[in-house]
Nanobody
Framework: QSPLVESGGGLMQPGGSLRLSCEVS????????VGWFRQAPGKEREGVSC????????NIADSVKGRFTISRDNTKNTVYLQMNRLEIEDSAVYHC?????????????????????WGQGTQVTVKS
């Protein structure tokens, strides 16, 4: 069983909103950043957003800036991705993943290869 579990995906019309959740209960010790990534058919996996271990800083891709917001509730061991003003191009399987927090990096990375543990993903489909 994957140590990360995503939920909240579904079918939505353009302009609508969804909130994805990533349960990271398996990572209750240590300091780790959590990232959200997406992969559409025939395309490479793309970093969407990530948040630091404490939640004090976040990084976000230009393609979703101003529409998506990441947050985390460490009391619930859950990271959220609020997706507003969805576009057809946002359709993909969304995965969350964890990476050890590295203070010297500054912002958490949006590079998939930096993340070691991955969830199974949740499908987001945006269409009229």
């Amino acid at each position: 069983q994957s140590p990360l579990v995503e939920s909240g995906g579904g079918l939505m019309q353009p302009g609508g909103s969804l909130r994805l959740s990533c349960e990271v209960s398996a990572f209750t010790s240590g300091h780790y950043d959590v990232g959200w990534f997406r992969q559409a058919p025939g395309k490479e996996r793309e970093g969407v957003s990530c948040i630091s271990d404490s939640g004090s800083s976040a990084n976000i891709a230009d393609s979703v800036k101003g529409r998506f917001t990441i947050s985390r509730d460490n009391t619930k061991n859950t990271v959220y991705l609020q997706m507003n003003r969805l576009e057809i191009e946002d359709s993909a399987v969304y995965h969350c993943a964890t990476a050890p927090h590295v203070e010297s990096w500054g912002l958490c990375p949006l590079t998939p290869t930096e993340y070691g543990y991955w969830g199974q993903g949740t499908q987001v489909t945006v269409k009229s």
